[in-house]
């Protein structure tokens, strides 16, 4: 989770990692990153299914957890949670945002 631990050092927060578990506090805002594996097999029909891989985000401010692909949609999830509760200055979001658009579109 390299560019996730990159981010996290780029904006000062509290990051630590156990049992596949990756920890990120922000502004007392706490995001728990977990890195989902891909199921496969055959049904008795002989029929190929599959859940792809990715990653599961939640956080302390809402109940559910968010599902994603890729290290690029955990960043940009942890900066909307930041956006909608209001956890984060105008001047902090303003650079967050900046990160997310170099991150996606350069």
């Known amino acids: 989770m390299r560019n996730i631990k990159k981010f996290a050092k780029d904006f000062n927060m509290e990051y630590t990692e156990d049992n596949g578990y990756v920890y990120v506090k922000f502004n007392n805002v706490k995001f728990s990153i977990r ?4 199921t496969s097999g055959t049904s ?5 299914f599959g859940s792809p891989k ?3 985000v939640s956080n ?3 109940r559910y957890s968010e599902e994603t692909t890729t290290q690029k949609d955990v ?3 942890i900066v909307q949670v930041l956006r909608v509760t209001n956890n984060a200055t ?3 979001m303003k650079e967050l945002n900046e990160y997310l658009y170099n991150l996606q579109y350069k």
């Open 90 to 92: 105008d001047v902090e």
């Open 54 to 56: 990715g990653y599961s």
């Open 35 to 38: 890195r989902k594996g891909s």
């Open 60 to 62: 302390s401010e809402q």
């Open 44 to 48: 008795w029909s002989g029929q190929r």
């Open 75 to 77: 960043i940009a999830e």
